[in-house]
Each structure stands twice: as structure tokens, then as C-alpha cells.
């Protein structure tokens, strides 16, 4: 073992480390791969990876099977055989993912099957995040069986283990490259210790920044701060053109890398407007998902140590605002360089000199706990920046490298001052291999085999069930699936637990299935109001769609779906024609009446009309035509009525216009208007005085009204001279609020009443 100057030392590159020290950190991944199957699989059994069923079938997990099926097939923004026959569009739910997406389909593609993939790419993040926090150990002359040590109780932080839910977060092998860039910022020398290593050095940074950045946006999100932080430091008490130069570089690229892995969805947003029901969060969820400093000392839950896990268990038990962040322990001896670097921190405030390094990674972990913390930086990035970074918690991952690599670099420095030559080296393989031991105790959890049974037995008969399904039916057979549960981040219905429908995407290969259009879309919103109809108007819909089978999963059901299956038997005339082996989901299948249609190509309102059955975000549509017209003291619509803006909701006499909302009501039609009619109009201004005048727009053509006060019928011939219109705009000029008037604290700024509202020929 070498002795190393107290001070920052990067005298090696990354590169240089992975070059000449792969006989030792390869190994070591081996190692943590193998370590990380055996723990979830146990011994013998975990040598070999497990490939008989998903390490995790539950939750969010089951939203990752469904994204790596959705790979197999193609692409994660668009697949046909999720919300049939709207198809699944992914866009309003946006992630800087696309190295993990890319990883996860080339594991599949290998692999064939989606949850040996999700196994692997598991385990796999074992052997990444070793690989990447011994080698940047490594660039700071930190003793190879300290860095060995380091590293792996880095890469089996309890953070690990509990994130199998949240798989992409599992591969946080990059907090250990934000670390080694930033002290590259620090010591200036940026632009000068890769050239000759790297001879396409101006193409490979970016490169690789641009791939660092395409692992989370969360992650990316935490290292910028590193970053930031880092340049700052490393000018404040002077000037460093090299530091700011590399510094604002590698920040820039990171923001490049969330640029274009967002662009999809931003193209999305820009083409197809806001979807106010996914991925919306708010400011106050930054708060509930900090983490607290006792969570980051006090041990995990599920502790091997029964006392130990005790403490856990009553904290979690009886303090509040303990939810996701619970994965937040750093272990006994993260906690331990936690304590280190309070103490840096007190030194340096006192005025006595300290080691750089140390004083470097206090500031950085300290900042960091601020904004991860309850209450914290988070918590105001929310409310002035963006309520969508709101688990703070995951920022852990970097507090815990920092705090591992102040423990073993402050035992280092006390090694080199009480040893040397072959005491210091026996000293740091004993202490290492020591504190591997202790390490790994601590922060990981016993094997339970009645759970991996569980989820196999959960598994298999998911598969199996479907499967049956999938064999009775022809391929491409439609199934409509119940209960109705929107997607994503839907909440649990009774015992039927977030994602548990995706099962028949995952399982099948040849089947379409109605579950899983994005909450909010017009596929959604279809099912979403169709669920709600008497079960005989339901069959009628979904055999004009061409659903071949119903699929009910009875434990969203109190009375596990004894009333609904009866109903659906009374409606189909025959009972279920598959069971599941423990009776939790039945199949029926409905029979043709006639021969399919298929809906490829159509748009949605062309879909809904096919059906007979239109609902989107105004509600289910009735039928009626152009004289009938639209009654606003209904709750929902005709079906010629595309889409309303600038309306408020209904009242029993009729609707307001709202300014509030829309400068105009505007009315959008599924066909164009007649060329001649007689436009019969019902309506009321809000405040006379006020209220005095309507335009209505048809195209080019504008017609003005003088209201009246009160409820008033007005009459007009409309000739649109051969013109296609498909949208009718009314706007009424002064609109104003009751709470403007001092009438109240209502703040919608009426104009005019709708009552009916006839286009008669």
C-alpha cells in the first residue's frame, strides 16, 4: 500500500484506472453480481441467475414487465396491443431513460423473455455501480483493499435492494462520475489529463456526458447540482477560466442529454396539447418524499439484527411522513463518515485547516441533504422551479458516496500516519475485508423464501391463465378488460393492486387488450365512462369495437366479483369460460355475431362512432341531430359536438360562458355544419348593462346580436355561402367575475347564459 498526500489526487484518469486495473475491478463485479443473486435466490440456487420468474411482480415492477414487453415489440412511446383499439401512446409521461430503454431491449432481445430481462439488467446494476465507484476511488490513490471495500458496501447500499420496484434507479453507477467530474472542476485541471489517453478526446466527452445524462432525469438532476456546485467552488476565492470552462461544458451536455431524451415528449405536448392527468405533480409531494436524518442514521427496515430491525419498524410506525424514503439508510458505517463530515465541517468553521477533499465532499454532501431533506432546497425547487423532481429521497445515492468516501479516505489518512510498509498493507487488507463483512451484514436483508414463492406462484399462475386465454383464441383477438383502472399511477382498487392489468400484455404475444391507454387520452377517457354503463350497453360497445373476450380480475371487487360475474354470465347467456387456478380473474369469451372490423387507421372519435358509444373529457355523447341540437342543461353532449372550450360546468337552468377559461366559447363539430339553417339560440346575458352585444363566427362569416335582459330566444338565417365549417365561436364582450362585483368569492368571468342552442333547416 501507498502512502497518498492528504490532499485531492486525481493523478490518474478514469480511463487509466479501467485500463490497468481491470484484473481487480472485474472481479469485483462478478462478485456483486453473483453477491446480488445469491441474496435474492440463495445458495446454491443464486450461482445461477433466476430465470423461472421476475425478482419483483407487484407494483411498480409490473409497469417495468409492461415497459420491457413494449420493447420487445418495438418502441415504449407506441404499441397497439396495450388500450386496444386506441393503441397506447407513452408520450405524456416524460424521462431522460433512453440508455436504460436501449439496455433493457437489447437484454430482451438476448434473453427472449421480458422478466428475464428485468432479472438480469437487476443484477447487472450490481456489477455497473462497483465497476464505477472502485475505479473512481481508484483516481484518488484510495488503497486498493479500502476501495475494494468501498465500493461494495456502496453498491449494496439498502437504497438497492428497495428499489427493485423503481428498476431504472438501480443502475446509479453515475453518481460516482459526477463525483470524480466534479473534483476534476475543483483541481483545474479539466482540459489536460485525457488527450493522450483518449486521442478522440473533443468527440468522446461529449459523447459520454451525453450518455451520463440519459440514465434518469433524476440523477441528472442531483448531479447537476454536484456540478454547479463544484465550478462555484472552484472560483470563488479566485478567477479559473479552466474550471468555469469545464464546469458550464459538462453541465451544459448533461442539460443536452434531458433535452434530447424529452424531445419526443415535448413534440408530443407541442402537437397534441397538455395532459392535465399524467405525471402532474404537486409542490407540497416534495416535502412528504424528503428524506429525515434519523432515516439516513437509524437502521433499514427489514434489518437481519431483530433489534435493529426493530428500531426501524418503530420509527416507521410512529413518526410521520414515512413512505418511499424509508430506503434511506446509509448503514452503520455510512453513518459513521456522515459523523466524519459534520465534524470537517465544525473544524473548518473554527478556523483549523482540514484535508481538501474532506472539506470538498462535507460541502457536497451538506448541500445535498439540504435539498433532500423534509423541508429542504427540495422543497423550494418545487414551489419557484418544478414540482416534478418530488422524490428527494433518491438523492441518498450521493449522500451515501459521499459519506463512504469520507469514512475510508479519513481511515486511510490514519493508517498512513500510524503505519507503514507491510503493517500498513496487512492493516488495510484486514480492515477492508473486516469492514466488507460488517458492511454487507448491515445493510442488506435476509433471504425470504416464502416470498420469492409467493411471487412465483403469483407469476405462474398470471402466465398460465393467460396464456389459456391465449391458446382458446384466434390471434389478434381483442380483450376488454374490467375493472376499469386508469394508467399510469393508478391507485389501488380494493386488493387489485397499481399495474396488476398489465399482466395480459406480459404474458401474451397475439393479444390486444383495452387496459392501459394513457389517463387523460381519448382511449382512456372512453373506457373510463363505458365502465360506468349498464353491462348489456357495455357488450353492445365492445362487440361493435370487435372485443372477442371480457377479462375481470375479481379482487378489485368487495364481494371478489361474485355480482359481476353473475351479470355478465346473465348478459353472455353462458358462464366464464376460463377461471384462473385460484379464481382471482375469469375469461369470457363473447361470441361473433358478425364478421370483424378492424380499427387500424382510425382515429378516435372515427373509433367511437364506429362503437356508437362517444365519451371523451366531456363525457359520454347522446344522439341527436343538427335540429335537436344542444341542450346545455345536460351534463353531457350530442355526439356532432367534437369538443367545447370556454364553458363552465352545468347548471339546472344551463351553462356559463367563463373568459376565465377561454376568451371565446368555442364549439367544435365531428362533421360540418349545414350550408343553410336557421340558428335558434337561448340564452341570457350575465349583466345587461354590461352583456350588450354576441358575436358568433362560422368560418369567415360573423353575425352580431343585441341581448337582452333576461332569458331570451334570438333567430337568424345562416348562409356560409358553401363554406366547411366545423367550428362555432360566441363571444360576448365585458365578461366579468361575481367576486370583481362584490357578489361573493366567485371568480369565473361570466358573460352569457346557454341554454339550447338548434341549427334548424
Known amino acids: 500500500m501507498e502512502k497518498s498526500n492528504p490532499e485531492i489526487n486525481l493523478e490518474r484518469s478514469l480511463s487509466t484506472v479501467i485500463k490497468t486495473e481491470w484484473r481487480w475491478w472485474l472481479p469485483g463485479a462478478v462478485f456483486g453480481f453473483l453477491l446480488a443473486s445469491v441474496l435474492m435466490s440463495g445458495w446454491p440456487a443464486g450461482l445461477i441467475p433466476n430465470t423461472r420468474y421476475p425478482y419483483s411482480y407487484h407494483g411498480d415492477s409490473l409497469f417495468y414487465l409492461w415497459i420491457i414487453q413494449r420493447l420487445q415489440e418495438g418502441w415504449v412511446f407506441s404499441n397497439l396491443r396495450s388500450g386496444y383499439p386506441f393503441g397506447s401512446d407513452f408520450y405524456d409521461f416524460p424521462g431522460a431513460d433512453f440508455a436504460s430503454l436501449l439496455l433493457l431491449k437489447w437484454i430482451a432481445g438476448v434473453s427472449g423473455h421480458g422478466y428475464i430481462a428485468f432479472n438480469i439488467y437487476y443484477l447487472l ?41 423503481h428498476l431504472y434507479y438501480t443502475w446509479y453507477f453515475i453518481v460516482p462520475v459526477f463525483y470524480y467530474l466534479a473534483f476534476k472542476i475543483v483541481l483545474k485541471k479539466s482540459s489536460t489529463d485525457s488527450s493522450s489517453l483518449w486521442p478522440y478526446s473533443k468527440i468522446f466527452y461529449p459523447a459520454a456526458l451525453l450518455i451520463l445524462g440519459s440514465f434518469g432525469v433524476y440523477y441528472d438532476v442531483f448531479g447537476l447540482i454536484v456540478l454547479l456546485l463544484a465550478t462555484v467552488s472552484a472560483n470563488v476565492s479566485r478567477f479559473d477560466r479552466k474550471s468555469l470552462g469545464f464546469g458550464v461544458f459538462a453541465c451544459g451536455m448533461i442539460g443536452l442529454s434531458v433535452l434530447l431524451n424529452l424531445a419526443p415528449n415535448l413534440y408530443h405536448l407541442q402537437r397534441d396539447g397538455r ?28 434489518h437481519r439484527h431483530p433489534q435493529w430491525a426493530a428500531i426501524a419498524d418503530d420509527y416507521a410506525r410512529n413518526f410521520p411522513l414515512v413512505n418511499e424514503n424509508r430506503s434511506s439508510s446509509l448503514g452503520v458505517i455510512g453513518a ?12 473548518r468553521l473554527s478556523g483549523r485547516a482540514g484535508d481538501p477533499l474532506l472539506s470538498f465532499v462535507a460541502l457536497t454532501v451538506l448541500v445535498l441533504f439540504m435539498f433532500g431533506t423534509v423541508g429542504g432546497f427540495g422543497a423550494l425547487f418545487a414551489l419557484f422551479v418544478s414540482p416534478l423532481i418530488r422524490g428527494w429521497n433518491r438523492i441518498v445515492v450521493f449522500v451515501g458516496f459521499g459519506c463512504l468516501l469520507a469514512f475510508f479516505w479519513m481511515l486511510q489518512m490514519q493508517l498512513n500516519r500510524y503505519l507503514s510498509g ?12 473486516m469492514l466488507s463483512c460488517v458492511g454487507i451484514y448491515d445493510q442488506t436483508t ?32 381483442a380483450i376488454y378488460q374490467l375493472p376499469y383502472m386508469s394508467f399510469p399511477e393508478s391507485p389501488h382498487l380494493n386488493q387489485l393492486q397499481s399495474y396488476s392489468l398489465a399482466s395480459g400484455v406480459i404474458d401474451s404475444v397475439k393479444l390486444r387488450w383495452s387496459f392501459a391507454g394513457s389517463s387523460g387520452r381519448a382511449g382512456d377517457l372512453f373506457y373510463r365512462s363505458l365502465s360506468k354503463e349498464s353491462i348489456p350497453r357495455q357488450l353492445a360497445v365492445i362487440r361493435k369495437i370487435g372485443m372477442s373476450g371480457i377479462y375481470i380480475d375479481t379482487r378489485a371487487y368487495p364481494d371478489q366479483g361474485r355480482a359481476e360475474i353473475a351479470d355478465w354470465s346473465a348478459a353472455l347467456g353462458a358462464p366464464p369460460s376460463l377461471m384462473r387456478a385460484d379464481g382471482r380473474q375469469v375469461f369470457f369469451r363473447i361470441p361473433a355475431l358478425a364478421p370483424k372490423t378492424e380499427s387500424a387507421g382510425l382515429s378516435p372519435m372515427q373509433i367511437m362512432l364506429k362503437a356508437g358509444y362517444v365519451a371523451d ?9 343538427w335540429a335537436q341540437g344542444i341542450d346545455f342543461r345536460r351534463g353531457d353532449f350530442p355526439q356532432f359536438v367534437k369538443d367545447v372550450q370556454g364553458l363552465s360546468g352545468v347548471e339546472k337552468w344551463g351553462r356559463w360562458s367563463d373568459a376565465a377559461l377561454a376568451p371565446v366559447v ?38 352580431r346580436f343585441s341581448l337582452r335582459p333576461g332569458m331570451s ?8 355561402q358553401g363554406e366547411t365549417v366545423l367550428r362555432m365561436e360566441l363571444q360576448v364582450a365585458h365578461a366579468v367575475s361575481p367576486w370583481e362585483l362584490g357578489q361573493g368569492g366567485d371568480r369565473r368571468k361570466l358573460g352569457i347564459g346557454l341554454v339550447e342552442l338548434h341549427f334548424e333547416k
Do not use: W
Open 275 to 302: 395532459n392535465v392527468e399524467v405525471a402532474q405533480r404537486s409542490a407540497n409531494e416534495s416535502e412528504i418524499y424528503g428524506f429525515k436524518l434519523a432515516q439516513l442514521v437509524l437502521p433499514h427496515q427489514g
Open 666 to 703: 368555442a364549439i367544435d363539430f365531428t362533421q360540418a355544419l349545414p350550408a343553410h339553417f336557421t340558428l335558434r339560440l337561448i340564452a341570457r346575458p350575465f349583466i345587461p348593462a354590461l352583456n350588450r352585444q354576441l358575436v358568433l363566427r362560422f368560418g369567415s362569416r360573423i353575425y
Open 336 to 347: 459513521l463518515g456522515l459523523l466524519f463530515l459534520a465534524a470537517t465541517i465544525l473544524f
Open 125 to 165: 446494476s450490481y456489477a455497473i455501480n462497483f465497476v464505477s465507484a472502485f475505479c473512481v476511488l481508484r483516481t484518488m490513490k484510495l488503497a486498493m483493499p479500502l476501495a475494494l471495500s468501498a465500493a461494495l458496501l456502496y453498491d449494496f447500499l439498502p437504497f438497492h435492494a428497495d428499489r427493485i420496484r
Open 446 to 477: 435476509a433471504l425470504c423464501l416464502p416470498c420469492n414463492q409467493a411471487i412465483q406462484t403469483e407469476f405462474d399462475q398470471d402466465r398460465a391463465f393467460v396464456q389459456a386465454i391465449e391458446q382458446a383464441m384466434p390471434p389478434g383477438s
Open 422 to 433: 507491510k503493517k500498513l498493507r496487512i492493516a488495510a487488507l484486514f480492515l477492508g475485508g
Open 617 to 625: 373529457h366531456l363525457g359520454p355523447r347522446y344522439a341527436a341531430d
Open 713 to 720: 330566444e334570438y333567430r337568424q338565417i345562416i348562409d356560409l
